[in-house]
């Protein structure tokens, strides 16, 4: 049985051609290692004393100029899109104006067992001689420590919360039409025209000004990129032995002429022109989630479809040029991630996804060919990047729904599918027009935005249980003894279930007031401190409001709180009401000995009865369920209560996601009264408990979708279906049914990892012959083996769907 | 009056007893003793206790709680783990035991339930039914062996438009059996040794009335659905089959198409019901045997 699963993954990689396999097979094998190029650059330039007294966007200009000047200029043997961030294939830079790594964190980096980032010796002592001295509290990561107040430090430290802006920069957000309509000469002709029409009665004229000759400047840089590109394709051209490779350099070196100056006319140098883009936006910062070509089949099919009509194009060579572009994507794997950070997104994926099917603006069915052959490349190609998304509306046809599950049948994990009328609507209730709304996306794993038009900025990730442990506590955090709630009354003393229930919503309401205030003064340390010039030529309206990325240029501005362990804590409060308010199984006396004995010796007895008999969320159960969808709309009611930021003007939403912050918010944990043992990992996403979810997958959706996603920005699920469920054409048709169902009932996303226990429990025991067996971990992939321990076992113990 | 039934499960999205996505409802008691039943614990009609000794955490619970006194727990001194012992006959099958247990090693199967609350269950995946023309298949057990509950529960479904099944040994007296036909819109009816002696040694009963019954439905035009277990040495000898083929080319115009399902053990549900397995462990007929005999047969009608 083994064999037959792992032949069917193995089986189904297949490049199209040779050439594209070699280049698959160099970027799959490539090490990841640290990058200094970039550090030592910006260094340089910064000593050099170039941008000492100008205003801060014009300094960040010119850095950006001059990296653009100076990087090397990979190209991967074989490869047809250029420009690449680092020095090579997985050549990680570093952002120290961000966040400087200490020799410490360099020396981990280097030597961890999973996901490594090699550091060479060189790159140490650069870091020791030049990069650490200079930087060292300029970063923003020092500059955001040092103004947070202490109550946030305190809830940071005991893991009530991660920061997502500490090490890496705002961003988080995908192109629009305008990244593949526009050229630079065109924007650079727009800011122009802005520019001149300022008003010096503005109050914010100077600001203004600066801004908009900064966003020039590195309209500038990208240019000068691109010309570098162009010459160096020639001189490779020149020493070229062979003829049909020559002439290919050649025809690339005329397009880095065209793109991105121009706009591009054919759908070589639309992919061309997006991935300098896309390069330019991670080499400016390095933004959460990287870039995104958002709705890639939308953007693409009026050049492949001219192409082909002029015969300029075949659907086998858009198929390699597709391939080719694939793997520019997993070249560039995620920055290298320290502490906390690392712990809530250990992985080497940048998350950068590429959306398929879905609406056009006009509201009609957007699957086009395109999007087949997008699914086709990912099928073949099962790289760790880039992502995908697959979005089905009412209008989407089955045989794309359909399509997309045979990809998901050999288990990566790739494609996940979303409710794309869902995504509509929740747009539409945060107040985007209906154009905008229906050319909106998902992007990162599973967050909703308006691609192209909006900075929706992720502020950190929400651990629900812990607030629950500490209400338990009456403010103090059991684990380190400190007081950091507020007193809520010793939970002996609640008489109903009401009472812990408003206890915990006062604990909740206090945490998401720091955690706000904390984003408050970080949303301004960027805006001041790290502007984005670059970033902010291809987001609307930033160029027209000649206002930065960072504050509040975008047309559309929103900040999220990312919500983690909604089945851990609503079963904990189920069985709380069940077991001590209503059957009075137990005291609160006697559950709160056994969580700080963490069920040790006798309490086992207390904790197997905890976890088998309270009702649990997933099962299609109103008791358990009701509780979640109340835990849903108490969130979204706190997040939403606060008035917009005081920058941007980004009204405050919540979505439910986990990437992998839920093994470490478990290890922060004690035990919680589900059951759950301490430093376990609480669930993830909107999914149940791990191994609780007995009562089939028909079950776990209709018990999510009881919540009110449309008031989120999202909600993740996993589910896991054993391999020979998704064998024929009969289970993939009703799955899709299913999948339908779900969705008709108000379901946000789902995903599936199609793989035994058996498969991974192998794969534990003999990693070297693994390597290759890649699993969804929360709204990505990744290889299985390089996961941590806790991660691996987390995944192993979600329950496996074996019968429909 | 609201009638009520025992049932000892409800298995939603299941997709193969019958068309669609369907939730199936297993109706407990059975007059057959097929001896290679794969739902033992639905041939009693009352409900009954079931042990799943990987899940006992050795806490004697069980016992502690035991109206009837009908489960010991002795562990001996020497701390080796002994399994809670159940007297079955002294068993009322209350549930107090299962309700108890921590960790549910101590399964009641079988609970009494109204066509209402039942009907409650089955709407929840009204749309799944709509979106993939499923609907509600009724299994067992014998379903016909509770006939008001299960006309009541059919009639139910058809007030509110939902695809009937029911899946049946045929073992019913006519009068049931023509009184529930209007309501169900598929039949998926058993047909076990073809030999009414080898019938009668493997399931206990005789197959005359079975063979009359079907007959029955296709008479009257009812839509159906043959099965065929397919037990080594038992329904797949060449007489069996020639046999059935026999038949179904007799009653072929009236019947939908045949599927054969192959036997698989089921050993341990029958040591959980602390039943004995009537059966011996007999190998899974393989894919290449399967496949001709469906070509064979789909030479006289369509075959699954």
Redesign the interface.
């Known amino acids: 049985m083994l064999e037959i699963e792992v032949e069917k993954r193995r089986k189904v990689i297949r490049p199209a051609n040779e050439r594209l396999a070699r280049l698959r097979e160099g970027s799959v094998q490539a090490e990841v290692r640290v990058c200094a190029e970039r550090a030592r650059l910006l260094t340089k330039f910064y000593k050099s004393g170039k941008a000492s007294g100008l205003p801060i966007p014009i300094q960040r200009a010119l850095a950006f100029k001059y990296l653009m000047e100076h990087v090397s200029l990979p190209v991967e043997e074989g490869q047809l899109i250029v420009g690449l961030r680092g020095t090579g294939p997985k050549r990680v830079p570093t952002y120290p104006e961000i966040c400087v790594h200490s020799l410490k964190d360099l020396e981990i980096l280097d030597t961890r067992e999973s996901m490594p980032y090699r550091v060479d010796e060189e790159t140490k002592r650069l870091y020791a001689e030049e990069i650490i001295p200079f930087w060292q509290g300029k970063s923003m990561r020092d500059l955001i420590f040092s103004h947070l107040p202490k109550e946030w430090i305190d809830a940071y430290e005991a893991g009530v919360w991660t920061e997502f802006m500490e090490q890496r920069a705002p961003g988080h957000t995908a192109g629009g039409e305008r990244v593949f309509q526009k050229g630079l000469l065109e924007i650079k002709e727009e800011i122009a025209r802005v520019m001149r029409s300022l008003d010096p009665a503005d109050p914010e004229y100077y600001e203004k000004l600066v801004e908009l000759k900064a966003m020039d400047i590195a309209a500038d840089a990208i240019l000068i990129y691109a010309k570098r590109y162009a010459e160096k394709l020639e001189e490779m051209a020149k020493e070229e032995k062979d003829q049909e490779r020559k002439r290919e350099l050649l025809e690339m070196a005329e397009i880095c002429k065209w793109v991105p100056a121009h706009p591009p006319r054919t759908f070589w140098e639309a992919l061309q022109h997006y991935w300098f883009i896309h390069v330019g936006v991670t080499y400016e910062t390095n933004p959460w989630d990287s870039f995104s070509p958002g709705r890639i089949d939308q953007h693409l099919y009026p050049f492949y479809k001219r192409d082909l009509a002029e015969g300029r194009l075949t659907r086998d060579r858009a198929k390699e040029l597709l391939q080719a572009f694939w793997l520019k994507f997993n070249n560039q794997p995620a920055v290298p991630k320290v502490g906390v950070t690392a712990e809530e997104s250990f992985t080497y994926n940048d998350f950068s996804k590429l959306n398929l099917g879905g609406l056009k603006a006009d509201g009609s069915d957007g699957v086009n060919e395109l999007s087949f052959l997008i699914l086709e490349v990912l099928e073949e190609m099962r790289t760790l990047q880039p992502n995908t998304a697959v979005l089905i509306s009412n209008k989407t046809p089955d045989r794309f729904l359909i399509r997309a599950l045979e990809v998901v049948a050999p288990g990566f994990g790739e494609p996940p599918l979303f409710n794309f009328d869902g995504v509509v609507v929740k747009m539409l209730r945060q107040g985007k027009t209906l154009e905008d709304a229906r050319t909106a996306g998902v992007s990162g794993c599973v967050e909703t935005g308006a691609f192209g038009k909006e900075c929706y900025i992720l502020t950190g990730y929400l651990n629900l249980p812990k607030i629950l442990e500490i209400t338990l506590h009456n403010a103090v955090d059991p684990r380190t003894g400190k007081n950091i709630g507020i007193e809520t009354g010793d939970p002996r003393e609640f008489r109903t279930y009401e009472n812990l229930w408003n206890a915990f919503l006062k604990q909740l309401e206090h945490f998401v007031t720091v955690k706000m205030k904390g984003n408050d003064i970080i949303e301004a340390l960027y805006a001041h401190h790290l502007p984005v010039p670059f970033l902010s030529l291809w987001i609307e309206d930033c160029v027209k409001k000649a206002r930065d990325y960072n504050a509040g240029g975008a047309r559309y501005n929103t900040q999220y709180l990312q919500i983690v362990g909604l089945g851990t804590l609503t079963n904990a409060l189920s069985a709380l009401k069940f077991h001590v308010f209503e059957r009075k199984t137990f005291t609160m006396e006697e559950i709160l000995h056994a969580l700080s004995a963490d069920f040790s010796g006798p309490y086992?007895?207390?904790?197997?009865?905890l976890l088998?008999?309270s009702p649990r969320y997933g099962e299609?159960e109103d008791y358990a369920d009701s509780i979640a969808k109340e835990i849903v709309d108490e969130v979204v009611k706190h997040a939403e209560s606060f008035p917009p930021t005081p920058i941007r003007r980004a009204s405050r939403r919540v979505y439910f996601l986990p990437t992998t912050v839920h093994v470490y918010f478990g290890k922060v944990t004690g035990a919680t009264p589900d059951g759950r043992k301490a430093g376990t990992p609480v669930s993830e996403g909107v999914s149940p408990v791990q191994g609780t979810d007995r009562?089939?997958?028909?079950?776990v959706f209709?018990s999510v979708a009881k919540c009110d996603w449309d008031k989120t920005g999202g909600a993740l699920l996993n589910q896991k279906l054993s391999p020979d469920l998704l064998s024929d054409e009969?289970?993939l048709r009703?799955l899709a049914?299913?999948i339908?169902?779900f969705f008709?009932?108000g379901g946000h996303h789902v995903q599936f990892n199609v793989v035994s226990a058996e498969l991974l429990r192998e794969a534990q025991k003999r990693p070297q012959d693994f390597q290759d067996l890649m699993v969804r971990v929360a709204g990505y992939s990744d290889y299985f083996v390089n996961l941590p321990r806790g991660l691996q076992e987390e995944i192993i113990a979600r329950t496996e769907h074996k019968?429909? | 009056m609201d009638a009520t039934g025992v049932i000892f499960d409800i298995?939603?999205?299941?997709?193969?007893d019958g068309p669609?996505?369907r939730t199936t409802v297993f109706l407990k008691g059975c007059p057959l003793r097929c001896r290679w039943c794969h739902n033992p614990e639905g041939i009693s009609p009352a409900p009954e206790l079931m042990f799943f000794e990987y899940k006992c955490?050795f806490?004697g619970?069980c016992a502690r709680v035991c109206p009837k006194k009908a489960i010991s727990f002795s562990p001996n001194g020497e701390g080796e783990k002994v399994f809670p012992k159940l007297e079955r006959e002294k068993c009322t099958g209350c549930g107090v035991c299962a309700?108890a247990c921590?960790?549910?090693a101590w399964h009641l199967v079988g609970k009494r339930i109204t066509v209402g609350e039942l009907m409650s269950v089955l709407e929840?995946?009204e749309?799944?039914y709509d979106?993939?023309q499923g609907g509600v298949t009724f299994s067992g057990g014998e379903p016909l062996f509770q006939p008001d509950f299960l006309f009541f529960a059919l009639q139910a479904c058809k007030e509110r438009r939902i695809h009937t099944a029911v899946d049946t040994s045929g073992y019913a007296s006519p009068a049931v059996l023509t009184k529930i036909a209007p309501l169900v819109d598929l039949f998926l009816f058993d047909l076990k040794p073809m030999d009414e002696e080898e019938h009668r040694r493997y399931t206990g009963v005789s197959n005359r009335l079975i063979h009359e019954n079907l007959r029955e439905l296709v008479r009257l035009g009812r839509p159906v659905r043959v099965r065929v277990p397919l037990i080594p040495g038992i329904t797949d000898t060449e007489g069996n089959i020639a046999a059935l083929m026999a038949f179904l080319g007799e009653i072929r115009q009236g019947i939908q198409g045949v599927e054969l399902l192959p036997y698989h053990d089921v050993a341990e549900k029958y040591q959980r019901l602390g039943k004995v397995y009537g059966m011996p462990l007999l190998s899974r007929p393989s894919q290449e045997s399967l496949a001709q005999l469906r070509a064979r047969i789909a030479q006289v009608v369509p075959c699954a």
């Open positions: 086992e007895i207390t904790r197997q009865l088998n008999k299609d009562k089939g997958i028909a079950a209709r009969e289970s009703k049914q299913l339908r169902v008709n009932l019968h429909w | 298995q939603r999205f299941s997709v193969h669609g996505i955490l806490c619970t309700e921590p960790s549910g929840r995946d749309v799944l979106r993939s």
